[in-house]
């Protein structure tokens, strides 16, 4: 197998008043600064809030950051979205909010979410649909603590053994490393549920 560096996407709030937490911003930087720190690639959705403070803090210590943004061209992305463009690269997709966070969370081998609203939550279906490996940064504020519910309460699904928690950054990317390398993706889209003889079919 070759070997490459993985692709780690962070996921959270963009506005609201969980961007302006400080314990959730300082969770955020610590998280950009260790991905960095391992040699992984960071990619996020060219967003503002926590995902910028993370991919700020990774930029920093010198990672590679990727943006996927919603937005068709750079002058959208600044003028209409507002929002920044700091990363290394920036892919622009043109496909608006929703079809971008597919081909956001196809470009990671594992996501890590924190904080977040209902953006966030889209992109965790996604994730958790996609059967990538993934990250809550618990007690950083919006959905963190409230997936189980979610999940298991009012989807009536269960949480993936590929899915970890963790309120510490360092330690949650130590166990998103072993769900990656545990859990291979699946190999055709939808293939969390077409790939696995006996699968529970998508409720």
Sequence with gaps: MVSRKLKIGVM???????????????????????????????????????????????????????????????YAHVNEYKSPHDHDIILFTGLGFMERDVINIRSCDGVIFLSGGIGTLNELTIAYDEGRAIGILTNSGGIS????????????????????????????????????????????????VLDIEGTEQRG
């Design 145 to 192: 603590n409230s997936i189980p519910h979610i999940v298991e309460e009012l989807c009536q699904r269960k949480i993936p053994p590929n899915m970890v928690f963790e309120d510490d950054p360092i330690k949650l990317l130590d166990h998103l490393e072993v769900a990656i390398a545990a859990y291979p993706i699946p190999i055709h889209e939808d293939g969390r």
């Design 12 to 74: 959270g709030s963009a506005s609201g008043p969980q961007i302006k937490d400080t314990s959730s911003q300082k969770k955020a930087e610590q998280l950009g600064k260790e991905i960095a720190r391992r040699g992984h690639i960071f990619i996020n959705g060219a967003c503002p809030g926590l995902p910028n403070d993370a991919m700020l803090a990774a930029k920093r210590q010198g990672g590679l950051t990727i943006g996927i943004s919603p937005a068709y061209s750079e």
